[in-house]
């Protein structure tokens, strides 16, 4: 069960996925599963997607995903598996000190003792899903993504 889901807005310019499954765990065992409310961590003031919103949308593709995998999606207590969700953004910086002349050519004596600098502000979203069996309240699949 590798359930690879991109959810954002905006182009992507490089993405880490990472997926684990628990140890001893039969997947054929399972066929009914269903999707909980996750946790939403952006400050409210920085959404740029209302939280319902979000839901839905990670709800849509998670059964899609877990259908075409033979698996049946219910909203009532017969579902063996939950999915859940925490998801968010947050603004990173990074800076770093170039040293002396930067790795550029100088033009002057003055030059030389000068220190270049350069710093970058972006924005990084994640999301990680859990996959946990009801009735154990085991985790049995992860899939963290930035």
Do not use: C
């Not at 598996?81 to 990173?92: D, E, M, T």
Request: hydrophobic share 35%.
């Amino acid at each position: 069960m590798y359930l690879i889901l991109l959810v954002g807005h905006g182009a992507t310019l490089a993405q880490t996925v990472k997926t684990k499954i628990s140890s001893g765990v039969d997947l054929t065992a399972y066929d009914r599963f269903t999707v909980v409310k996750g946790e939403f961590t952006t400050p409210k003031d920085e959404r740029k997607i209302n939280e319902q919103t979000l839901f839905q949308e990670i709800k849509k593709v998670v059964i899609s995903e877990l259908e075409s995998r033979g698996y049946q999606y219910v909203e009532d207590s017969t579902a063996q598996l939950k999915v859940s969700y925490v998801a968010g953004s947050f603004n990173k910086l990074e800076s770093e000190n170039l040293g002396p002349m930067g790795g550029t050519p100088t033009t002057s004596g003055a030059d030389i003792d000068q220190s270049r600098t350069w710093t970058r502000s972006s924005r990084q979203g994640f999301l990680m899903l859990d996959i946990q069996d009801i009735r154990t309240k085991r985790g049995i699949w992860t899939a963290e993504s930035q």
